[in-house]
């Protein structure tokens, strides 16, 4: 199956300032890359997903980029709000999760 | 509201017990899966069903059994056979198998006691 790393595995931030993590993938098939938020106790989160035949797509203050010569692709957040403390999966070809990173906002 | 709902939230087993857990959801989606996730893990897939009547094993299906009897539900059976079946389990939905996002429940923590 395909091989997801993800990183970093935890990031603190101050409010206000960006965030990125990135995805690496294995099988340069993978047309589709969905980035998902968990909060405690709960399920993950749909929030935005890209797929190969763009490189950039961006909703109000997240953005996802892909690179799919490298095989890469990151979630950008920014403007970063104490509710965006959470963990974050990226995903690949919709079967395949990185291992999450946990990100916390500083107030 | 349309939405994926997962029972119970909390369960306990006693080991050599089967238990099942239940998934239903009324988005009328085509596709169901069920995933496990351990800490520092990530979630791994352990079945998924495209349709009814029809499903596949995941990278960790081995303990574990499913049905897919109607479109609404998929639950998940963890057997005697899984070895350590403590863990989060995440039930999800999309509207096609291949390459759309999903919609998750909200979980079942399974503890064997």
């Known amino acids: 199956g395909e091989n997801v790393e993800q990183h970093p595995s935890t990031l603190s931030v101050q409010e206000g300032d960006s965030a990125v993590i990135k995805c690496t993938y294995s099988?340069?098939?993978?047309?589709?890359f969905p980035w998902y938020k968990q909060e405690l106790g709960k399920g993950p989160q749909l929030i935005i997903d890209i797929r190969s035949n763009v490189g950039e797509k961006k909703d109000q203050r997240i953005a996802v980029t892909l690179n799919k010569t490298a095989k890469h692709f990151s979630l950008h957040i920014t403007e970063t709000q104490p509710e965006d403390s959470a963990v974050y999966f990226c995903?690949?070809?919709?079967?395949?999760f990185g291992t999450g990173t946990s990100l916390t906002v500083i107030p | 509201d349309g939405g994926i709902t997962q029972s119970p939230k909390y369960l306990f087993r006693k080991e050599g017990q089967n238990v099942t857990l239940s998934c239903e959801q009324n988005l009328n989606h085509d596709a169901m899966y069920w995933y496990r996730q351990d800490p520092g893990q990530g979630l791994r897939l352990i079945y998924y069903?495209?349709?009814?009547?029809?499903?596949q094993k995941g990278d960790i299906a081995e303990g574990y059994s499913v049905s897919r009897e109607k479109k609404e539900s998929f639950p998940l059976t963890v057997t005697s056979a899984q070895k350590n079946p403590t863990a989060f389990y995440l039930c999800?939905?999309?509207?096609?198998?291949?390459?759309?996002?999903?919609?998750f429940g909200s979980g079942t923590r399974l503890t064997v006691v």
């Open positions: 069903s495209q349709i009814v009547n029809d499903f």
């Open positions: 099988d340069s098939a993978s047309n589709y």
């Open positions: 999800a939905s999309s509207i096609y198998a291949s390459d759309y996002g999903y919609t």
């Open positions: 995903a690949v070809s919709q079967f395949y």
